[in-house]
C-alpha cells in the first residue's frame, strides 16, 4: 500500500498530465536518441514508445514506470541487425515479447534474480562506452566501421583527418551545452536539457541552412501506418533470433524491474513481478508487429515521471497523447535536426555511465564481483550481442557453479542447549560419540545430491561413526534424482551397519519420501525427525544390523 498523501482527484488529474508532458519531452529526444544507436529510422522507436506509453497501463503494477526503447535495447536490435537486417530486429522483439508472455503464464517473475548486480553493473558501463563510442563519427562526420571496441577505435583513427570540421564544432558545442544544463540547472527538476538542445540545433539548421555546408540532417521522418503483420525472413534467421530472445528477455526484464521495484520502494508501493512480465510481453509483442523497437521500463523515464509529479498509470497516457501531439506538430523540425547534435545528445544522455564507479564499488565488495569486468570486458572485446550473451551466460554459470557444490558442515551441541551449531565455526560445540551429524548448505537437488552423499559417506567411514544424522532445513523440496541417490545413500550405510537419521523434514520433502517408499518399517526405509535433538535421542545403542 503507497504511503503517499492522498490527493484529490482534481490535483491528482492535473499532476499525471503535467508529468506526461513532462515526460515526452525525454521520451522524444531520447527515442530519435535511440533509433540512431539502433539504426532504424526514428519513427520506428516513437512508435515503440507510443505502443509501450499505452499498452503498460493495462498490465503493468506500477504507476511509475515508462515503458519505451532504452538504449541497451537498441543496441542489441543494432547487433542483431548486422546478422539478418532490421526485419531480423523486429523478429526479436515480437519473439521476446512471446517470451514475456510464455514467462508471465508461468509465473516466472524471478528470472530477473539470475542476472547478477555487478553483471548488469559492468554489462551497462561497456555498453554505455561503446554506444558513446560509436556516436563519435556522427560527431566528427566521418564514417567508422566496427561493431567492436578495438576496431571500432582504429577505424576513427584511420578517419580522422577526413573530420568535417564544421560538424565537429556544432557536435562539440551542443555537447558542451547539454553537460552545462544538465549540472547547472539541477534545481529545475522539470526541465527536459535534451529537448532544450535539440530545439537550440533544430533552430542553428534552419538559420544558417547547415545542410548546404556538409553537416548531416535526420530527415524527413515518414509517418508508418501500423500493419500488423509478422516479419518475414529465412529459417536461419529465424531461429538464430530465438536463440537471442532469452538473453533479450532477462537484459530487459532485469533492468525494468530495478527501476520499477527501486521507485516502489521508495514510495511505498507494491509491484507484481510477474504482471510486469505481462506488460513487458504485451508492448514488445506488439511493437514488434509494426516493426518498432524493443521496449523496456528504464530508469532515467520512470525517474522523470516520478520527479515531474505523476500520481498514476495515466501519466503514461498523457505522455503518449503529449508525444502523439509532438509528432503531429514537430516532424518538419525533427527533418532538420542536425546528426552531430543528435550524436552530442546520446553522449549526454549516457555521460553519467561513463565513470565506472559502480562497477568499481562492486569490485572492491569482493565475492562474485569479478563478474563486473568480466561483464565489461565481454562487451568491450565481443561486442556487444555476444557480451550480453557472456554476462548472462555468466550469471546462469556462477547460480548452477553454487547450487551444485556439495557444500556439507558438521554440527555439534552447544553446551548447556539443544541446539546443533557448525563445529568448524564454534570451537564450544561438541560431537555427538558414535553419531557424526551433517547439514548440506544448499538444496539437495539432481546436479549435487550424489555429491553430497558421498562426501558424508566418507565422512561417516573416516570418524567410524554407527549412526549419520542428516539435517535437511535447507530443503523445501526433493526431485527425482534426489530421492533416488538418497535411497541408494540408505543401503550403503545399511551395508555397513550405519544407520540414517533425517531430521528437520519439511513437508513437502516428506512427501516425496512417502512416494518413493523410504518412510516405512521396510528396508530401505529410514527415520524421519522435525529436530536434530530428536534424532540424536533416537539414534540406536547398537549398529544397524547389514542385510
Not at 252 to 266: D, I, K, N, P
Not at 357 to 379: E, F, I, N, P, T
Not at 416 to 442: C, K
Amino acid at each position: 500500500m503507497s504511503t503517499a498523501q492522498p490527493a484529490s482527484p482534481r490535483n491528482t488529474w492535473w499532476a499525471d498530465l503535467l508529468a506526461g508532458i513532462s515526460v515526452a519531452g525525454v521520451l522524444l529526444p531520447e527515442s530519435v536518441a535511440y533509433a540512431a544507436i539502433a539504426g532504424v529510422a526514428p519513427m520506428h522507436a516513437l512508435l515503440a514508445a507510443l505502443i509501450g506509453l499505452c499498452l503498460y497501463p493495462c498490465f503493468g503494477s506500477s504507476r511509475f514506470a515508462v515503458v519505451a526503447p532504452t538504449s541497451s535495447a537498441a543496441a542489441v536490435f543494432a547487433s542483431t541487425a548486422a546478422i539478418g537486417g532490421p526485419v531480423m530486429g523486429y523478429a526479436l522483439v515480437s519473439l521476446t515479447g512471446a517470451l514475456f508472455l510464455v514467462a508471465a503464464a508461468l509465473r516466472a517473475g524471478f528470472l530477473g534474480a539470475f542476472i547478477s548486480r555487478p553483471v548488469l553493473r559492468g554489462f551497462a558501463w561497456a555498453l554505455a562506452l561503446t554506444i558513446m563510442l560509436k556516436q563519435v563519427p556522427l560527431l566528427m562526420g566521418v564514417h567508422a566501421s566496427g561493431a567492436q571496441f578495438g576496431p571500432l577505435v582504429w577505424s576513427l583513427f584511420i578517419a580522422a583527418p577526413q573530420t568535417h570540421l564544421p560538424s565537429l564544432a556544432l557536435g562539440v558545442v551542443a555537447l558542451l551545452l547539454w553537460l552545462a544544463l544538465y549540472h547547472g540547472v539541477q534545481r529545475w527538476r522539470f526541465l527536459p536539457v535534451s529537448l532544450v538542445v535539440l530545439v537550440l540545433g533544430v533552430m542553428a539548421s534552419a538559420g544558417l541552412d547547415l545542410g548546404t555546408r556538409g553537416v548531416a540532417l535526420v530527415g524527413d521522418i515518414h509517418w508508418q501506418a501500423l500493419s500488423w503483420s509478422p516479419p518475414t525472413m529465412h529459417t536461419d534467421h529465424w531461429l538464430r533470433a530465438m536463440e537471442i530472445a532469452p538473453a533479450l528477455l532477462l537484459i530487459l526484464f532485469a533492468e525494468s524491474w530495478g527501476s520499477v521495484r527501486s521507485l516502489a520502494l521508495q514510495n511505498g508501493d507494491k509491484v507484481d513481478a510477474n504482471r510486469e512480465l505481462l506488460a513487458l510481453g504485451a508492448a514488445n509483442v506488439a511493437s514488434g508487429l509494426v516493426q518498432g523497437l524493443p521496449v523496456g521500463a528504464g530508469f532515467s523515464a520512470a525517474a522523470a515521471n516520478h520527479a515531474a509529479g505523476g500520481r498514476s498509470k495515466w501519466a503514461g497516457v498523457a505522455a503518449a497523447l503529449a508525444l502523439a501531439l509532438l509528432l503531429w506538430l514537430a516532424r518538419p523540425g525533427i527533418a532538420l535536426l542536425p546528426v552531430p547534435v543528435l550524436a552530442a545528445v546520446v553522449i549526454g544522455i549516457l555521460s553519467h555511465n561513463l565513470w565506472p564507479r559502480a562497477v568499481l564499488a562492486s569490485l572492491h565488495l569482493g565475492g562474485d564481483a569479478w563478474l563486473a569486468g568480466a561483464a565489461a570486458l565481454g562487451v568491450l572485446l565481443f561486442g556487444v550481442l555476444f557480451g550480453m550473451l557472456l554476462a548472462v551466460g555468466l550469471s546462469l554459470l556462477l547460480a548452477m557453479r553454487r547450487f551444485a557444490q556439495p557444500i556439507v558442515t558438521e554440527l555439534g551441541l552447544l553446551p548447556g542447549t539443544r541446539d546443533y551449531i557448525d563445529r568448524s565455526r564454534h570451537a564450544n560445540a561438541t560431537p555427538v560419540a558414535g553419531a557424526l551429524i551433517m547439514r548440506p548448505e544448499e538444496p539437495l537437488f539432481f546436479a549435487n545430491a550424489e555429491r553430497i552423499f558421498q562426501v558424508v559417506r566418507q565422512r561417516a567411514e573416516a570418524g567410524a561413526a554407527r549412526a549419520v544424522v542428516l539435517s535437511l532445513e535447507v530443503c523445501d523440496d526433493l526431485d527425482s534424482t534426489a530421492v533416488e541417490a538418497l535411497g541408494e545413500f540408505v543401503v550403503g550405510l545399511q551395508q555397513q551397519g550405519v544407520a540414517l537419521l533425517l531430521a528437520r523434514v519439511k513437508d513437502r520433502p516428506r512427501e516425496a519420501l512417502l512416494r518413493a517408499g523410504l518412510t516405512g518399517t521396510a528396508p530401505p526405509a529410514v527415520s524421519l525427525f522435525w529436530s536434530v535433538d530428536d534424532a540424536v535421542n533416537a539414534i540406536p545403542t547398537t549398529s544397524a544390523t547389514p542385510p
